[in-house]
């Protein structure tokens, strides 16, 4: 669950709200440890990755960063050619029409 919370901070551009909430709700996956919450507990849990999603904000608005902001793309690439070499990546092959 948790694998899918990426680095936020110190990037170019910088973390969209969409991103911020994507983190916040694996976080809050995770804690409560299911992907879907009853209906019982459905409200809580979407206060919680409101209430989360908020205070990163916060926090990456707050951070000072001492190197230069990091190029999306280029740690994407980077990323893709570490899980290549350690075998955990296999590339997207579009779908037959």
Known sequence: MCR???TLHNFEPAATNDEV???ALQYVRK???TTKPSKANQA?????????AH?????????????????REEE???AR???????RYAPRVPAAS
């Open 76 to 78: 994407a690439a980077k």
């Open 4 to 6: 899918n919370i990426h």
């Open 21 to 23: 909430h994507a983190a």
């Open 44 to 52: 809580a849990f979407d206060r919680a990755v409101a209430e989360i």
């Open 31 to 33: 804690i409560a440890g």
């Open 81 to 87: 050619e570490r899980a290549e070499r350690s075998g």
């Open 55 to 71: 205070a990163t904000g916060h926090l990456l608005a707050d951070l000072v960063a001492v190197a230069p902001p990091k190029n």
